[in-house]
């Protein structure tokens, strides 16, 4: 019983390397062919929705689709298996996006059509950041991560703001405009709002009155506010955090090219990104 439990430990090993391992060889190659899985079932359900190539070829596109999604579910299990802590892979983010990667096929089985829903496997490629490791674009990721994090009350409490004023305003042009311009009811005119306010302007429903036309005038100009707004809080949060850890100093040089100038908690020389000693 013993002998069996090493030899499992061992396996859980081997696999956490492949798996984890984005430094080593085989985790390197892992990455890259899963990479290429991933690609190739995008492409694959897309094709299938091209009905010139889906009544010819659905049969081995379906067939081809069973297949990687028979491997990307031998890697989930096989993650949640290596690992010390499954849980916290689990509801991870990727843990969240490998398990929806696999899902839609099996739920197919029972619901016909919803092996398209398998699209959303593209979102995996968000493992490409972690694949490549390049220090710059996990700094900057980082801090945007922050900006966006410090925000959200403000971006938040917007749009409370803003579903407030489109009910009000979708109330207002259904008195204003009624049946007969196209305003049937106060969820049509909530539902025109939302379009003009995100300068969409489908153009299927449009006021007739003069009241109407000046109030949508209004609610035009309103829409820019609407998208350059959560922008600018953004913006200010992310330059207010790159002013604070920032901070130039010439101290440290790179023992690799020589640069001088790094910030002052900077890990890696912004040049070649060699590894900084302070």
Same mark, same amino acid.
């Given at each position: 019983m013993k002998n069996k439990k090493s030899q499992y430990e061992i396996f859980r090993e081997k696999v956490k390397i492949i798996l984890y391992g984005t430094n080593t060889i085989l985790g390197r190659m892992f990455d890259l062919v899963l990479l290429?899985?991933? #690609? /190739?079932?995008? /492409? /694959?359900?897309? /094709?299938? +929705?091209?009905?010139?190539?889906?009544?010819?070829?659905?049969?081995?596109?379906?067939?081809? !689709?069973? *297949?990687? +999604?028979?491997?990307?579910? *031998? !890697?989930?299990?096989l993650r949640i298996i290596s690992i010390q802590k499954p849980v916290k892979y689990i509801f991870s983010f990727?843990? *969240?996006?490998?398990?929806?990667?696999?899902?839609?096929m099996y739920l197919s089985i029972f619901f016909p059509g919803a092996s398209i829903l398998s699209i959303i496997r593209a979102l995996r490629f968000f493992r490409l950041f972690k694949i490549l490791h390049i220090p710059q674009i996990s700094?900057?990721?980082?801090? #945007?991560? !922050?900006? *966006?994090?410090?925000s959200k009350e403000k971006i938040l409490v917007f749009i409370y703001f803003v579903l407030i004023s489109t009910v009000i305003i979708g109330s207002l042009m259904y008195l204003v405009e009624g049946k007969d311009s196209g305003f049937t009811s106060i969820p049509m005119g909530i539902y025109w709002t939302i379009v003009t306010l995100t300068t969409v302007g489908y153009g299927d429903i449009s006021p007739q009155t003069p009241l109407g036309q000046f109030i949508a005038a209004l609610v035009m100009i309103l829409g820019y506010g609407i998208i350059a707004v959560p922008t600018g809080i953004v913006t200010a949060e992310f330059a207010k955090k790159s002013l604070r850890n920032n901070t130039v100093s010439t101290k440290t040089s790179c023992q690799i090219c020589g640069s001088q100038l790094h910030f002052d908690n900077a890990k890696f020389c912004h040049e070649c990104g060699t590894e900084l000693h302070h």
């Open positions: 290429g899985l991933i #690609l /190739l079932s995008v /492409l /694959l359900i897309m /094709l299938d +929705t091209v009905q010139g190539i889906s009544s010819k070829y659905h049969y081995q596109l379906w067939i081809c !689709e069973w *297949i990687i +999604t028979i491997f990307f579910t *031998i !890697e989930y299990v990727y843990g *969240i996006i490998d398990l929806l990667a696999v899902l839609p700094h900057q990721s980082f801090q #945007l991560k !922050e900006a *966006i994090e410090a």
